[in-house]
């Protein structure tokens, strides 16, 4: 079958092609940004992709035309499929039909830690000699890439809830059909399609319709809103992580923490990842991985092993004795937890300097700036681009007083940190986006002397 992807470009669509590829499609697609990394890998499998929504790319008669929830009406490409009356379907409907169709699907959802929960699952497995096929919104560094399709009956899955396509408003992992799922926790995001939290538990609870009685889900006991979202019907059986739950952790120290079951101790992971959140991340993989037949002793021996997520925490280089890093935050509660993670870690002598473009649909709404300045306070120094926001966003850090400062222009965010930064400091850049590559001109500039 040919196919052709509408927003191929992005994570989720990327790792579709990537897929449907592997399975023996032939895979075509065209996206408006088209630029690397995400064309230079799709381009090695294999897979054309085309500049724009031109309509002529109706020329290329694919069997299929695969929608991702970029396109909207207008799109002239879209416009035309529809005149003509061609097949399509949405990315999220594709995969439960073509991929997902009998697996064992384990899906993580939640608001924060998606990603970093399905990689350590898919690891886990793989680790237990389980070989599982995956799609991770991100690149876990043990495989290095985020999506494999698989023989295994096993796929592991980052199961998000923003809309699925123009035409189909429910939330993507509606369509997955998981037997396991983590429900890592529940918050207000995606301003641009969701009105309230509530909004949100509902797409929640239409998930845990999906489950069978034979599933497990997997959820954080600490979370009001999805104990709201579990008490609207439950089918399946519940398993809770975090304190007091059935699946708890020791303190968290420099090389790791003990993992509990009922009290009872089952084992330590070692390992260097820092904050509070990665430890529940960790329950919550080590639970699911158990349904899947993986004992407990093994994935926690698999976890000393596990290397982390691109994007999380990633060093991306040390100049004149400044440690730069990479994160993908770009949630309050994100923002929070991995500068607090990273002040944990380096303790309260080394300064701390926090880097944040808002650039997700929510945060450029200003729907969550009351929240940033208590988010930021564990920072020494706060830089904020501000370029493309309609929201006063020094007046929102205002609280922070001296220790923040605005900029409109990228090479003048540069040299502002690379004037501040000095030997000791640790410089955390926090965007999902690419945020103009500032990570690489600010260690060149620092590099300048």
């Known amino acids: 079958m040919h196919i052709h992807i509408l927003g191929i470009c992005g994570t989720f669509m990327g790792g579709v092609a990537a897929l449907a590829k592997a399975a023996g499609h032939r895979v075509t697609g065209c996206d408006a940004n088209v630029y690397p990394p995400m064309s230079t890998q799709l381009e090695q499998q294999g897979i054309d992709i085309v500049s724009g929504f031109g309509a002529e790319q109706l020329d290329l008669r694919p069997d299929l035309w695969v929608i991702g929830n970029v396109v909207t009406r207008g799109n002239p490409l879209m416009e035309a499929i529809l005149d003509r009356g061609d097949p399509y379907i949405s990315g999220p409907q594709w995969l439960a039909e073509h991929v997902l169709a009998g697996k064992w699907v384990l899906a993580v959802a939640g608001t924060h830690g998606k990603t970093t929960t399905a990689s350590m699952l898919a690891w886990i497995l793989e680790d237990a000699g389980r070989a599982p096929g995956f799609l991770i919104g991100g690149v876990p560094q043990n495989f290095g890439i985020s999506a494999r399709h698989s023989a295994s009956e096993l796929f592991v899955i980052e199961a998000d809830e923003y809309d699925t396509a123009f035409f189909d408003k429910r939330s993507k992992f509606v369509h997955y059909r998981p037997r396991t799922a983590v429900l890592n926790n529940l918050e207000f995001d995606h301003a641009d399609i969701f009105a309230d939290l509530a909004a949100i538990e509902t797409q929640f609870h239409h998930l845990v319709r999906t489950i069978p009685r034979s599933g497990r889900i997997v959820v954080n006991g600490q979370e009001p809103a999805l104990e709201r979202v579990l008490e609207r019907g439950c089918w399946s059986e519940i398993v809770r992580f975090g304190v007091d739950a059935d699946w708890s952790a020791g303190e968290l120290d420099a090389t790791g923490f003990e993992?509990?079951?009922?009290?009872?101790?089952?084992?330590?992971?070692?390992?260097?990842?820092?904050?509070?959140?990665?430890?529940?991340?960790?329950?919550?993989?080590?639970?699911?991985?158990?349904?899947?037949?993986?004992?407990?002793?093994?994935?926690?021996?698999?976890?000393?092993?596990?290397?982390?997520?691109?994007?999380?925490?990633?060093?991306?280089?040390?100049?004149?004795?400044?440690?730069?890093?990479?994160?993908?935050?770009?949630?309050?509660?994100?923002?929070?937890?991995?500068?607090?993670?990273?002040?944990?870690?380096?303790?309260?002598?080394?300064?701390?300097?926090?880097?944040?473009?808002?650039?997700?649909?929510?945060?450029?709404?200003?729907?969550?700036?009351?929240?940033?300045?208590?988010?930021?306070?564990?920072?020494?120094?706060?830089?904020?681009?501000?370029?493309?926001?309609?929201?006063?966003?020094?007046?929102?850090?205002?609280?922070?007083?001296?220790?923040?400062?605005?900029?409109?222009?990228?090479?003048?965010?540069?040299?502002?940190?690379?004037?501040?930064?000095?030997?000791?400091?640790?410089?955390?850049?926090?965007?999902?986006?690419?945020?103009?590559?500032?990570?690489?001109?600010?260690?060149?500039?620092?590099?300048?002397?």
């Open 259 to 449: 993992v509990r079951r009922n009290g009872s101790r089952l084992g330590r992971v070692e390992w260097s990842l820092q904050g509070a959140h990665n430890r529940d991340n960790a329950l919550a993989a080590i639970a699911a991985a158990e349904h899947a037949g993986v004992a407990p002793a093994a994935a926690i021996e698999a976890l000393s092993r596990f290397e982390n997520v691109k994007r999380r925490m990633e060093l991306r280089g040390t100049v004149r004795g400044v440690a730069v890093y990479d994160d993908f935050a770009h949630h309050p509660t994100a923002i929070e937890t991995t500068v607090a993670g990273l002040r944990q870690r380096v303790g309260k002598k080394a300064r701390i300097l926090a880097v944040l473009e808002p650039r997700s649909n929510t945060m450029k709404l200003g729907v969550m700036k009351a929240a940033l300045p208590d988010s930021l306070r564990d920072a020494d120094r706060v830089y904020c681009y501000t370029n493309g926001l309609g929201w006063d966003v020094a007046e929102a850090l205002a609280p922070l007083g001296a220790r923040a400062s605005c900029h409109n222009d990228l090479a003048e965010l540069v040299t502002a940190i690379a004037r501040e930064a000095h030997d000791g400091d640790q410089v955390v850049i926090m965007s999902n986006g690419g945020f103009g590559g500032v990570h690489d001109k600010l260690l060149a500039r620092m590099g300048e002397g």
